[in-house]
């Protein structure tokens, strides 16, 4: 997380404790403003669709936090001399359709030319800083939830070669379309203090750095981990995004990963586009938040636990 700032205000909340992407202001005792922004290249071919992830890509922060978005400005990079307009307007819908079901505004927003097209939100949401989730909040002892399976950077790596079975690619678009509303809402009613959600840096790195800002250490269930149908034979056929190899190459020395093999590691370290969220829970409450987002369409896998340990490892079992 990075901001403007030039000397401390003691109602900005910054460092682990707002997240990876995101400046918290408090207002009062139990309100705060979020501010978030993000932007992405586009990672399908269908132009709204792309719209669609880029905009629940960038409002994943406000909801990795506990809040609730409330209105966001568009930011556009677009080759005006090769591309039209008309596709233009494509992604700017499928960004108004997100907004719609989130139930935030967007209130306009800035376009500047740029030779590669890039789409995406900055988003103002609001939180109770007393139940804000923060990256220090995991304590010994709690469940990992995780709520989207993994393996997105190995298939849109491969929708780009034009390698990804339909029903993959569809697999794949459907997650990252995927609100994280009702999972920050399970996880809050659960309790939950420690939460992230997966994106660039991928499972292992936004994992990584949420146990040690937090002191604790955890063990990491494998085989527990989900991943979309098909990711594993993308990757094996070498489908895997440069930035998840460089994921692996920075988390590695605070991960124990026994003797798992390279491909599962990178699987775990795969860099995600708009991502699920991994929360730490009382073990009490992980049945009822499994039901409740499962029986809700979504995903709640149970993918290990911390404890005390050496802070900030990462065992993989």
């Not at 936090?65 to 596709?87: C, E, H, Q």
Request: overall charge negative.
């Amino acid at each position: 997380m990075s901001h403007l700032t030039p000397t401390p205000h003691p109602d900005l909340l910054v460092g682990p404790a707002s997240g990876d992407d995101a400046a918290v202001w408090r207002l009062s005792e139990d309100r705060a403003l979020v501010a978030t922004a993000d932007f992405i290249t586009p990672v399908v071919d269908d132009a709204r669709t792309w719209g669609r992830v880029a905009a629940a890509n960038a409002v994943s922060d406000v909801y990795a936090m506990g809040g609730t978005p409330l209105f966001a400005l568009n930011i556009v990079g677009w080759n005006v001399d090769a591309l039209p307009s008309s596709l233009l307007g494509e992604v700017l819908e499928g960004g108004s359709e997100i907004a719609l079901e989130a139930g935030f505004v967007i209130a306009g927003g800035h376009t500047v030319d740029d030779p590669e097209p890039k789409y995406g939100l900055s988003v103002i949401g609001e939180v109770d800083p007393r139940r804000m989730f923060t990256n220090a909040g995991l304590v010994p002892g709690q469940d990992l939830i995780l709520t989207k399976p993994l393996g997105i950077g190995i298939i849109t790596t491969a929708i780009k070669a034009d390698k990804a079975p339909l029903d993959v690619a569809g697999a794949a678009v459907l997650s990252m379309t995927r609100l994280n509303a009702a999972a920050a809402k399970a996880a809050s009613d659960a309790g939950a203090t420690g939460c992230t959600d997966v994106t660039g840096f991928g499972l292992l790195g936004h994992l990584g750095r949420m146990v040690r800002e937090s002191g604790v250490s955890a063990d990491l269930d494998v085989e527990a981990v989900p991943f979309l149908d098909g990711a594993r034979a993308l990757a094996e056929a070498g489908f895997i995004p440069g930035g998840t190899t460089r994921n692996w190459d920075w988390i590695g020395p605070q991960v124990d990963a026994g003797s798992l093999d390279q491909t599962s590691i990178l699987m775990l370290a795969d860099a995600q586009t708009s991502g699920g969220l991994v929360f730490g829970i009382d073990p009490g409450e992980t049945a009822s938040v499994q039901q409740r987002l499962t029986s809700g369409g979504n995903f709640a896998s149970v993918i290990g636990r911390t404890s005390e340990g050496t802070a900030g490892l990462l065992t993989l079992r």
